[in-house]
């Protein structure tokens, strides 16, 4: 504990960011290609742990078709739990659960464990990035032109999460071509 909070404190803010997003990078199994939308409902169920999809759609304004893919989705991986209501079989509690817990516990260190904070956070992303599912892994490479200001795309690419090259490079390219990436060096 003591460890981590020295750490928090020895990095810039734009070191801190990288390191959230890697933290919520592993609490959605590793997987960078997660969208920024599936990690604000993650982070909505740990918030309010027994939650419905009701819940979530009242309290994040999702439709609930794609709610329904992205809790789908956030169960199989096994980031969160269901517990069936044996009162009204609609209404399944949710929960999240083992890595995802842990990766999201440490995402909210860095926010004085405030839900409502690191879900700022992620909003603040999707509203920036004007993408129509812009994910971890494109946060992560804003995030690191921002860190290191001047670095080469392969540099870039060096410090994300080992993906197939194809992946990062399209990744990169496609904000490239969005305009939310400017003046990288070759």
């Not at 540099?155 to 990288?184: I, M, P, W």
């Amino acid at each position: 504990m003591i460890r981590n909070s020295a750490k928090r404190a020895m990095t810039t803010t734009d070191q801190k960011i990288c390191i959230i997003i890697d933290h919520l990078v592993e609490a959605l199994g590793n997987e960078p290609s997660s969208s920024l939308r599936r990690t604000l409902i993650l982070a909505d169920i740990d918030q309010y742990p027994g939650t419905t999809q009701t819940g979530i759609m009242e309290r994040l304004g999702i439709h609930k078709s794609a709610l329904t893919r992205e809790i789908e989705w956030l169960f199989n991986y096994g980031c969160i739990m269901r517990q069936e209501n044996p009162s009204d079989a609609r209404a399944v509690k949710l929960q999240t659960c083992g890595y995802s817990k842990k990766g999201l516990d440490d995402a909210l260190a860095y926010f004085d464990s405030s839900h409502d904070a690191l879900k700022r956070f992620i909003e603040k992303f999707i509203r920036v990035m004007k993408m129509e599912k812009p994910t971890l892994r494109d946060a992560k490479i804003i995030a690191i032109l921002e860190e290191t200001k001047g670095a080469t795309k392969q540099q870039v690419l060096d410090r994300l999460y080992e993906g197939a090259a194809s992946t990062e490079n399209r990744a990169f390219n496609d904000l490239l071509k969005e305009g939310l990436v400017k003046d990288v060096r070759e």
